[in-house]
């Protein structure tokens, strides 16, 4: 897990505004939870992946084997189940992030699939007028000068806070871009947008959904 990023797609959602980057990436949240986002995984409200766990999964076959139950139950192995999240994850820490995780989808004895995870009840879904309100606010931002103009300073400013990595394709090795990223939590009621430096000075916008707050969980 070199690098740090995993696919996972229930919770977020991102949309590429702008020209001149790649169509996926990031979120990073703190303090332990940091994914990668495909613009193939939409719609996290309304479960649109069907039974399976991920878009690359190759079976909907749920894990019976019980293996993932008792690594957690042992404090030494770097497997917690997260109750609020109802997932299994591999934890582990880094110099940059500090403690972190990874979702587990697949069972790695068994390889059947694991627990569902509860993300999309805990974070709010991006209707689509809200996205196409913010896509609207977005549209004049073509730079990071213009996202301080327009939208103040930002609520984090972080100059390596998101990355965006590529697993192995046509034998070209796996990569992992760094940009800088500033949050803006204060644009929507439901979401968070995030505005990311990309090559040549051109930005790019994720949106995720902010956490719902205790009595609006559905
Ligand atoms: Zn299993």
């Known amino acids: 897990m070199g690098n740090g990023v995993a696919p996972l797609g229930l919770w977020m959602r ?15 949240a703190p303090p332990v939870l940091r994914c990668v986002l495909r613009a193939d995984c939409r719609h996290p409200g309304k479960q649109m992946m069907s039974e399976r766990r991920t878009h690359a999964s ?16 042992d ?8 109750a609020s999240t109802g997932e299994y994850q591999f934890t582990y820490q880094t110099e940059v992030w500090g403690p972190s995780m990874l979702v587990i ?8 699939a694991a ?11 991006i209707s689509d007028a809200e996205e196409e ?10 730079t990071i000068e213009d ?3 327009s939208f103040g300073v930002p609520d984090s400013d972080k100059p390596l806070a998101s990355s965006s990595t590529d697993n192995e394709v046509d ?29 040549g000075g051109r930005v790019s916008f994720s949106m995720s959904g902010k956490r719902k707050a205790a009595d609006h969980r559905d």
């Open 147 to 149: 996202a301080l103009q």
């Open 133 to 142: 309100r913010l896509k609207e606010l977005l549209h004049p931002i073509k």
């Open 171 to 199: 034998e070209e090795p796996a990569r992992t871009d760094y940009w800088r990223s500033l949050e803006y939590r204060s644009l929507s009621e439901t979401v968070d947008v995030s505005v990311l430096e990309g090559a």
């Open 58 to 73: 190759v079976t909907d076959v749920d894990c019976t084997c019980g293996y993932l139950q008792r690594a957690a139950d």
């Open 14 to 28: 991102m949309s590429l505004v702008s020209r001149g980057s790649r169509p996926w990436l990031h979120h990073v």
């Open 105 to 112: 989808y697949h069972c790695p004895f068994c390889g059947g």
């Open 75 to 82: 404090p030494d192995v770097p497997i917690q189940f997260e």
């Open 115 to 125: 627990p569902k995870t509860k993300r999309a009840q805990l974070f709010h879904a």
